[in-house]
């Protein structure tokens, strides 16, 4: 197997975990300040969506990576 396919898949991967992290913990926060009925929770809530984009980005890089390894035709 290419060890740089591997790569590329297990990074994308490491950073769609990290943004998923990232945004449960901007839904927590945000979850807290619409509860407390705080004037920055639209805020939260946006940069919540924002890396929730994110991770979408790279949840699609993982399973295209992990496809090329998988499948070597389509590479």
Known sequence: MDEHLI????????AFLM??????MFSLIGFWASWQKKAYAK???LATVGCLVAALY???????A??????????
Do not use: K, M, N, S
Not at 7 to 14: D, I, K, L, R, S
Not at 19 to 24: E, K, M, V
Not at 66 to 75: A, D, F, K, L, V
């Open 7 to 14: 790569a590329t898949h297990q990074e994308a991967a490491y």
């Open 19 to 24: 943004f998923l992290y990232i945004a449960g």
């Open 43 to 45: 805020i939260i809530t």
């Open 58 to 64: 790279f949840a699609l890089q993982a399973g295209v």
């Open 66 to 75: 992990g496809g090329e390894i998988r499948h070597p035709e389509i590479r």
